[in-house]
Nanobody, 126 residues
């Protein structure tokens, strides 16, 4: 089993920044590919960013590219999502997810991830 706990959400104004954290426990974290997803009210969960197990490869959805940065610290079993220039439309519950199966590329598909955190609310006021 893998446990994921997100933190760092909150209420900010448009243009502000936030950094989300996701702490993992339970298995060898450094082998996991990690992703961040988000779900806005009344909408389906959507992919935001993903990172390879080493951190060498990252992938972003177009709407956050250039504003969000995913990173990880394998010594701390933690993945981060630095969010800059936040917009009203970034308002959502943000979830981190872990893909623990070996020999896979990072993926924007929610189906590729095996474990999910409980989510953290990010609210951006316009």
């Amino acid at each position: 089993q893998v446990q994921l706990v997100e933190s760092g959400g909150g209420l900010v104004q448009a243009g502000d920044s936030l950094r989300l954290s996701c702490a993992a426990s339970g298995r060898t974290y450094s082998n996991f590919r990690m992703g961040w997803f988000r779900q806005a009210p009344g909408k389906e969960r959507e992919f935001a960013a993903a990172i390879s197990s080493s951190g060498a490869s990252t992938y972003y959805t177009n709407s956050v590219k250039g504003r969000f940065t995913i990173s990880r610290d394998n010594a701390k079993n933690t993945v981060y999502l630095q969010m800059n220039s936040l917009k009203f439309e970034d308002t959502a519950v943000y979830y981190c997810a872990a893909d623990v199966r070996p020999f896979r590329a990072i993926s924007p598909s929610a189906n590729a991830y095996d474990y999910w955190g409980q989510g953290t609310q990010v609210t951006v006021s316009s």
